[in-house]
């Protein structure tokens, strides 16, 4: 189902043509890379079998002039638009006043009103080349696909990326750990458990990685079993996820400022800082507390940068007001060693209790619920640890995808749900994979848009994919109990872009969502949704609708304007409801 587009310019009519071949695809085995066993299997000249002319034109509209999408399909955006993010948008957030650069909200999520976006599509770079398949993709990526070459020049020195001919090399390292990820993960492993393990033996499940950079760490995590969910600002640095995404890494555009995470309370064994350029002890620690709001009890704060080693400058200051915030918060420090301290967060109920009393110490009001954090100021507070007896013991992975999580009985979900739903995405996983018709490492990057309770990323679990669970902020909070179950993922609102870039997913999944965005008052169409759809999933990628049948006929009315390949399928449906699935795959096309 492959094509290729291009657009040629009549510069004499100002009309824009758009070409599309219909392509038999052919691959050639092109040697293996620099010494390594693996082989990339590079795309041949494309031979046509046949043409279309297609009327779509290369013009910037904006959603306030285009009422609905135009019959003879969705115009292509102008090519430097190429990788634009739109709530990271640095022309439109040069135009917002009262910003607090102190507190990076200049970083923040910052999206322009819906009719000032472009409603257009957002074309690849010319010389875009489908991705580079995982396992290979996590030391090699194609140049072209993310043609920036800052963080080379500044970071090559630590080992984060180099170039190699056409490609991007990613040798492991960090900023911290030039030498390689894999000797620094063994050496936070011996510091934990005073040489007696490895991380996972210190019960790390997730981590958070604050100020990611291209993700290495992350990367060489997952041999551990080890699943991270790794951000980064868009800023000086500005490629670091696009890099990270590229990679078959999964990483998000985020930052720590005058905003709480989109991730629940009490979700991840360890938050990870690598010269992350955060100043954690300003503003009255209030990072620091909301670090200490992701963490589980018995959770880790790992830190590899200056103020834990260097004596010069305005480091040992910086220590000492670290050292009086953490212990203000009842942390413990177990381990100072070479460039890195690590925390110990006991969850001391009882300690945090008294700290209050000793006005060492501000407990959030009862009322704060910690769990829904999206578009949540930051609070200068520290939530309380629950009772022992209420905290959930979870198993290690894989036994934890299974396990029932307590926290969705706060929601009137029952333990029998959980199961018939678990049961329900192991068969519809392995039916969607034959319809797709895709082999297994065709797909790496996987986002589901609604995700409900996480079965269709734990039926995932054994694929080589990552996915990115998403529950929307007016649905049922069961991102708590995803993470529960050993899973990542975010709170987003589709009526918004999300903040990632452009071609960053390979299959995109939206189970009942458009039925819950249906009449909700916010503003947006399906039209919306979807093109935000087609900005994020990568040429070819493909993008899975299962809902009411209303919605399948609009959406499979519309896939061919945005310059998708659509199928209808009937199949099982929930609480045998009759839904339709609708499977799009979106075509390779490029703007010359």
Same mark, same amino acid.
């Given at each position: 189902?492959?094509?290729?587009?291009?657009?040629?310019?009549?510069?004499?009519?100002?009309?824009?043509?758009?070409?599309?071949?219909?392509?038999?695809?052919?691959?050639?085995?092109?040697?293996?890379?620099?010494?390594?066993?693996?082989?990339?299997?590079?795309?041949?000249?494309?031979?046509?079998?046949?043409?279309? /002319?297609?009327?779509?034109?290369?013009?910037?509209?904006?959603?306030?002039?285009?009422?609905?999408?135009?019959? =003879?399909?969705?115009?292509?955006?102008?090519?430097?638009?190429?990788?634009?993010?739109?709530?990271?948008?640095? &022309?439109?957030?040069?135009?917002?006043?009262?910003?607090?650069?102190?507190?990076?909200?200049?970083?923040?999520?910052?999206?322009?009103?819906?009719?000032?976006?472009?409603?257009?599509?957002?074309?690849?770079?010319?010389?875009? &080349?489908?991705?580079?398949?995982?396992?290979?993709?996590?030391?090699?990526?194609? %140049?072209?696909?993310?043609?920036?070459?800052?963080?080379?020049?500044?970071?090559?020195?630590?080992?984060?990326?180099?170039?190699?001919?056409?490609?991007?090399?990613?040798?492991?390292?960090?900023?911290?750990?030039?030498?390689?990820?894999? =000797?620094?993960?063994?050496?936070?492993?011996? #510091?934990?458990?005073?040489?007696?393990?490895?991380?996972?033996?210190?019960?790390?499940?997730?981590?958070?990685?604050?100020?990611?950079?291209?993700?290495?760490?992350?990367? !060489?995590?997952?041999?551990?079993?080890?699943?991270?969910?790794?951000?980064?600002?868009?800023? $000086?640095?500005?490629?670091?996820?696009?890099?990270?995404?590229?990679?078959?890494?999964?990483?998000?555009?985020?930052?720590?400022?005058?905003?709480?995470?989109?991730?629940?309370?009490?979700?991840?064994?360890?938050?990870? *800082?690598?010269? *992350?350029?955060?100043? /954690?002890?300003?503003?009255?620690?209030?990072?620091?507390?909301?670090?200490?709001?992701?963490?589980?009890?018995? $959770?880790?704060?790992?830190?590899?940068?200056?103020?834990?080693?260097?004596?010069?400058?305005? @480091?040992?200051?910086?220590?000492?007001?670290? #050292?009086?915030?953490?212990?203000?918060? *009842?942390?413990?420090?177990?381990?100072?060693?070479?460039?890195?301290?690590? /925390?110990?967060?006991?969850?001391?109920?009882?300690?945090?209790? =008294?700290?209050?009393?000793?006005?060492?110490?501000?407990?959030?009001?009862?009322?704060?619920?910690?769990?829904?954090?999206?578009?949540?100021?930051?609070?200068? *507070?520290?939530?309380?640890?629950?009772?022992?007896?209420?905290?959930?013991?979870?198993?290690?992975?894989?036994?934890?995808?299974?396990?029932?999580?307590?926290?969705?009985?706060?929601?009137?979900?029952?333990?029998?749900?959980?199961?018939?739903?678990?049961?329900? /995405?192991?068969?519809?996983?392995? =039916? !969607?994979?034959?319809?797709?018709?895709?082999?297994?490492?065709?797909? %790496?990057?996987? #986002?589901?848009?609604?995700?409900? @309770?996480?079965?269709?990323?734990?039926?995932?679990?054994?694929?080589?994919?990552?996915?990115?669970?998403?529950?929307?902020?007016?649905?049922?909070?069961?991102?708590?109990?995803? @993470?529960?179950?050993?899973?990542?993922?975010?709170?987003?609102?589709?009526?918004?872009?999300?903040?990632?870039?452009?071609?960053?997913?390979?299959?995109?999944?939206?189970?009942?969502?458009?039925?819950? @965005?249906?009449?909700?008052?916010?503003?947006?169409?399906?039209?919306?949704?979807?093109?935000?759809?087609?900005?994020?999933?990568?040429?070819?990628?493909?993008?899975?609708?299962?809902?009411?049948?209303?919605?399948?006929?609009?959406?499979?009315?519309?896939?061919? #304007?945005?310059?998708?390949?659509? &199928?209808?399928?009937?199949?099982?449906?929930?609480?045998?409801?009759?839904?339709?699935?609708?499977?799009?795959?979106?075509?390779?096309?490029?703007?010359?």
């Amino acid at each position: 189902m492959g094509f290729s587009l291009s657009s040629i310019l009549d510069v004499q009519s100002g009309k824009v043509v758009v070409l599309a071949f219909i392509l038999m695809i052919a691959t050639f085995f092109a040697g293996t890379l620099f010494g390594t066993k693996h082989a990339i299997y590079m795309q041949a000249p494309l031979v046509s079998t046949g043409k279309q /002319w297609l009327s779509n034109k290369v013009v910037l509209n904006f959603r306030a002039d285009v009422r609905k999408t135009p019959v =003879e399909g969705m115009n292509v955006c102008p090519l430097n638009y190429t990788e634009y993010v739109p709530c990271h948008d640095l &022309k439109y957030i040069s135009t917002l006043k009262n910003l607090n650069y102190s507190r990076r909200e200049n970083f923040e999520r910052n999206c322009p009103p819906l009719e000032e976006q472009p409603f257009c599509l957002i074309p690849p770079p010319k010389e875009y &080349k489908i991705p580079i398949k995982w396992p290979i993709s996590k030391d090699y990526v194609w %140049r072209s696909n993310v043609n920036h070459s800052h963080l080379a020049e500044v970071k090559g020195g630590q080992n984060w990326v180099h170039e190699q001919g056409k490609l991007w090399w990613f040798p492991g390292g960090g900023t911290h750990f030039k030498h390689g990820a894999s =000797e620094y993960i063994h050496r936070l492993g011996n #510091m934990i458990t005073n040489g007696t393990g490895d991380l996972r033996a210190a019960g790390v499940v997730q981590v958070l990685d604050v100020g990611c950079g291209v993700a290495s760490f992350s990367a !060489y995590l997952l041999p551990l079993g080890i699943q991270t969910m790794s951000f980064a600002p868009k800023d $000086g640095h500005e490629n670091q996820i696009q890099f990270a995404l590229e990679r078959g890494i999964g990483a998000m555009i985020a930052v720590l400022g005058t905003t709480q995470l989109p991730y629940p309370s009490n979700s991840f064994e360890m938050v990870h *800082c690598s010269r *992350c350029r955060v100043d /954690w002890h300003e503003n009255d620690g209030i990072l620091l507390k909301e670090v200490d709001r992701l963490l589980r009890a018995s $959770g880790y704060f790992v830190y590899s940068a200056p103020p834990a080693y260097r004596k010069d400058k305005d @480091y040992p200051h910086q220590w000492e007001k670290l #050292m009086n915030l953490t212990a203000s918060m *009842c942390w413990n420090i177990i381990a100072r060693q070479v460039q890195t301290a690590i /925390w110990f967060k006991p969850g001391d109920r009882a300690c945090q209790l =008294e700290k209050e009393k000793s006005k060492s110490l501000v407990l959030c009001d009862q009322a704060h619920d910690p769990e829904q954090s999206w578009k949540k100021p930051l609070q200068n *507070c520290l939530t309380l640890s629950p009772e022992a007896e209420n905290i959930q013991q979870l198993p290690p992975l894989p036994e934890r995808l299974s396990i029932f999580p307590k926290r969705l009985e706060k929601i009137g979900i029952t333990a029998e749900n959980f199961s018939a739903d678990t049961a329900f /995405w192991q068969r519809q996983v392995s =039916e !969607y994979w034959k319809l797709m018709n895709v082999s297994k490492d065709d797909i %790496r990057n996987v #986002m589901d848009m609604n995700s409900f @309770y996480g079965g269709f990323a734990a039926a995932l679990s054994t694929k080589p994919v990552w996915v990115m669970n998403i529950i929307p902020p007016s649905s049922r909070n069961t991102l708590p109990a995803i @993470y529960d179950r050993g899973l990542i993922g975010s709170f987003h609102d589709w009526c918004e872009p999300f903040s990632t870039y452009p071609r960053t997913y390979d299959l995109i999944h939206a189970f009942r969502l458009f039925s819950h @965005y249906r009449g909700n008052g916010r503003g947006c169409q399906i039209e919306d949704i979807i093109l935000e759809v087609d900005r994020i999933l990568r040429p070819l990628g493909f993008f899975i609708i299962r809902d009411g049948k209303t919605i399948i006929s609009e959406v499979a009315d519309i896939a061919p #304007m945005f310059l998708w390949d659509a &199928k209808v399928y009937n199949l099982e449906g929930v609480g045998n409801q009759g839904e339709q699935l609708l499977i799009c795959q979106k075509k390779f096309w490029i703007t010359v």
